[in-house]
């Protein structure tokens, strides 16, 4: 009997998932935070590798975990609402899924002794201070007194509602909704400079959004043409048309100090475009992935330039679907530097703008690469103020590289919700891997290869079930300095390895099939690559997963074609045939050849145990 080793992926993958929830709690490579406190929602993660500390925001909890061991001595804050507040919250009606208490939705480093934390406070938003020491041997972690202020314009009444921010030079940057009914959206700037807001209840800046993500991306090595980028959903409901969700990229100077007259402290530099996430058809009618679920910015060399994935899912009841888009910072300005949309005609439709655009161009900051003789938008001319408030949008969309999607799934019980990406190098040159969390508690660990210059070849290296009960992967983060990924939702947080090599087997092919960059062959086992080790003792090959070239050697029999495991039996009895490949690009097959005959016969069936006749 001989056992063949080919290239594909392996047709089961309930059969990979327990393989690998087994792995993880048998080899000890994810640990659960599993501290008894009687609360949920652990959706904030904040790293501090410096501190060597993640901390966590929950229900009315403030944690502070050790980046190696998330159970080992957590440091944790209890910071609920008083109860006066929460029979308030009760009242109004407001408790229907526990609502009522203090979710942290912030948590931004302040300085090098202290963090700055908000939560919703029972539909009250609160923030304060919280002292996490000045070394992390020094494990002081408590709220400073008498700090607590109000959370309004930085933090969401309704934990529902998602909320994002960033603090840069003491202010506070935040897309959120602020006021206790959640129908007052906004971007609002609070701190040391007047507080600055989106124009209020005006759909052409935002309708009814879902804040995704936030990012400083500087335009040029001028700091006064620094933008602030919000990516968000919203509402889209033109005449006519029933709404439907459209994603969204939007900006603002982070010197912006509002104009006058019609814009007095709102932003005069706001601009939003639509991203579009979508599968071309034969027909030329292309699906859409409009439902942004998560946005990761993975920085490179250029500072300018960092690529941005995001992860969309499919808006309407026909199927279910999801997406990773991967967008160029050239292409989003292209479309900011492009035509702004404009409303005209009997139906009220969206058109290229033709008129005159005045001087400086809509949306430049103020004292940068093109203006610098204005040093504040308080400076820009009455035109540019009332066409700033009337076209915020641009006309053109922004689109993927290669104008398509990198992954995509659809007809299948799952969409993604979140994304991590981490930069590996590898034998055969840099790969980008894919971390993509699901609504079902799992994690999907992805490459994606170039095949030629329109196709790609997507490998799922494994998916892991994280957390026991199935539930939602709300965030996120890689510590590449550590080898771990951290991962909440609901339940809890964990964390688990980015690599486990052992469990691709102890033989070379098996190891180079499972085609891994983080892992090769080093002459005796499948062990975590290293740029350090000698060539001519590691084996790995990512782009083509090779063993008959990687392995030679390795192996007892190869031919050009298989790899040969052979097994003897004795007419009349009964022989076990291992079924289960160690590798998940690895297929299976078991072939009998009789005593002196050169045919081979399949072996059909599932069974791993064959009589001998």
């Keep these: 009997m001989t056992i063949h080793e080919g290239y594909l992926w392996h047709p089961c993958m309930c059969v990979l998932i327990c393989l690998c929830t087994a792995a993880l709690r048998s080899t000890g490579t994810a640990q659960h935070f599993a501290y008894l406190l009687n609360t949920s929602d652990y959706r904030i993660l904040r790293m501090d590798e410096d501190h060597d500390r993640m901390y966590v925001g929950s229900k009315d909890y403030i944690l502070s975990l050790d980046l190696h061991d998330i159970n080992k001595e957590p440091l944790i804050l209890h910071w609920p609402v008083s109860q006066q507040r929460k029979t308030e919250c009760v009242l109004s009606g407001k408790d229907t899924n526990g609502e009522c208490g203090n979710f942290i939705r912030l948590i931004e480093p302040w300085n090098r002794t202290h963090l700055y934390v908000c939560g919703t406070g029972a539909y009250n938003p609160i923030c304060t201070y919280v002292n996490r020491g000045r070394k992390p ?3 002081i972690w408590h709220l400073e007194p008498g700090k607590v202020e109000s959370g309004k314009g930085k933090c969401s009444y309704d934990p529902k509602l998602n909320s994002v921010s960033a603090l840069i030079n003491g202010e506070l940057y935040a897309g959120v909704y602020i006021d206790f009914m959640g129908t007052d959206s906004a971007i609002f700037r609070t701190g040391k400079q007047t507080a600055m807001r989106t124009d209020q209840y005006n759909s052409r800046w935002l309708n009814d959004p879902s804040f995704v993500h936030v990012q400083l991306i500087p335009d040029s090595a001028e700091r006064n043409d620094d933008k602030l980028y919000f990516f968000f959903r919203e509402t889209s409901a ?7 969700t459209q994603a969204r990229i939007g900006r603002i100077c982070l010197n912006d100090d509002g104009g006058h007259c019609c814009l007095v402290n709102k932003w005069s530099t706001f601009l939003k475009a639509r991203l579009i996430c ?4 034969a027909d030329g009618i292309e699906t859409h992935f409009d439902e942004l679920r998560d946005v990761y910015i993975q920085p490179t060399q250029d500072t300018k330039n960092p690529v941005i994935y995001g992860v969309f899912s499919v808006s309407g009841s026909v199927f279910r679907g999801s997406a990773v888009c991967v967008y160029s910072m050239a292409d989003i300005r292209q479309v900011f530097n492009g035509p702004f949309a404009h409303k005209e005609g009997p139906n009220y439709q969206w058109v290229a703008y033709t008129g005159k655009i005045p001087y400086p161009r809509p949306g430049t900051c103020p004292g940068g690469t093109f203006t610098p003789n204005m ?6 001319p009455d035109e540019v103020i009332n066409f700033m408030r009337n076209h915020p949008n641009m ?4 689109y993927p590289m290669h104008k398509r999607p990198l992954v995509v799934r659809t007809n299948v019980d799952y969409e993604f919700t979140t994304i991590t990406v981490d930069q590996v190098a590898a034998a055969d040159g840099n790969y980008e891997v894919l971390f993509l969390g699901t609504d079902r508690g799992t994690v999907q660990k992805v490459i994606v290869l170039p095949k030629d210059d329109l196709q790609t070849e997507e490998l799922v290296l494994e998916e892991v079930e994280v957390f026991k009960v199935p539930t939602p992967i709300t965030t996120m983060k890689i510590s590449s300095k550590r080898q771990q990924l951290y991962v909440s939702s609901e339940l809890g947080v964990t964390h688990l390895a980015l690599h486990r090599c052992d469990v691709y087997g102890e033989a070379c092919a098996d190891c180079c099939l499972a085609r891994d960059p983080y892992c090769a062959w080093d002459g005796k086992s499948c062990s975590r690559y290293s740029t350090s080790q000698k060539r001519r003792s590691r084996r790995q090959d990512v782009k083509y997963g090779n063993p008959i070239r990687q392995c030679r050697g390795f192996n007892s029999n190869a ?3 298989t790899l040969e495991m052979v097994q003897y039996g004795v007419e ?3 022989s076990f045939l291992e079924c289960q490949a160690r590798s998940p690009h690895a297929a299976i097959k078991w072939h009998l050849q009789r005593d002196n005959s050169d045919r081979r016969k399949e072996v059909s069936g599932h069974l791993c145990v064959v009589t001998l006749y």
């Design 375 to 380: 040093k504040s938008t308080k400076d820009y």
């Design 278 to 281: 979508s599968v071309p058809g």
């Design 137 to 139: 041997q020094e494990y």
């Design 238 to 244: 033109e005449m006519g048309q029933s709404p439907v």
């Design 395 to 398: 006309y053109n969309a922004v």
């Design 572 to 574: 009349g009895s009964s």
């Design 559 to 561: 031919n050009k074609n």
